[in-house]
């Protein structure tokens, strides 16, 4: 999580969605920079509405708005897929070594998920505290050009990112009927992706 005072702008780290090439970009112009352990730098919606945003509230200006970055839902599963077949994972529950794509989705839309599939969503992560307001500003993974050129006008400076964090390649084919049931799984996570195209500035 980032936090800029002079355009009011607060930058949260959804997990895969490119958040760590732009927070290499973009910290050294924060006043408030969260990173490193997990549970710090990936602050959701509700943690920050009930721990940070009361401080924010005390530095006299206009309220602070809150960014996000959000990923086409399968791809951002996918992403983690991918993340959790890298070679250091091996022999840990984590691992999705040795386990296909379609074999992760099936479990990840089971009852009881396995430790490699035990992921939640993006809106999840979104989610306000109860009587708070969600994230502001909306921006899609895909269209990182627009991220970049909002916060490049904010804070006045040219951006660009370095690739970061990348996961190894790997066959992310679904069956017809297993992808059908993901989309639908995920519909509200669809639509605040969707939502992303025509709330970003």
Known sequence: MLAFVAP???L??????GTTALEAALAPKAEMVLRSRPEIKHLTMSQYNLRIEPLLR??????????????????????????RQRPQTMGKPNSTIGISFEGFVQD?????????????????????????NGPDLLFQYERMDEVL???????????????????????????PETEARLRAALAEDYALWESAARSAP
């Open 149 to 175: 050129a909002f916060f490049g006008e904010a804070l006045k400076t040219e951006l660009t990112l370095k690739r970061v964090n990348v996961s190894p390649p790997a066959d992310m084919s679904l069956a």
């Open 8 to 10: 009011r702008l607060v």
């Open 12 to 17: 949260l780290s959804i997990p895969k969605t």
């Open 58 to 83: 005390n530095i006299p200006g206009p309220p602070f708005r809150v960014a996000a970055v959000v990923r086409e839902p399968i791809s951002w599963l996918g992403s983690w897929y991918r993340y």
């Open 108 to 132: 990840y839309l089971s009852e009881s998920r396995p430790p490699y599939a035990a992921l939640g969503r993006q809106t999840g992560f979104l989610s306000p505290a109860p009587g708070r």
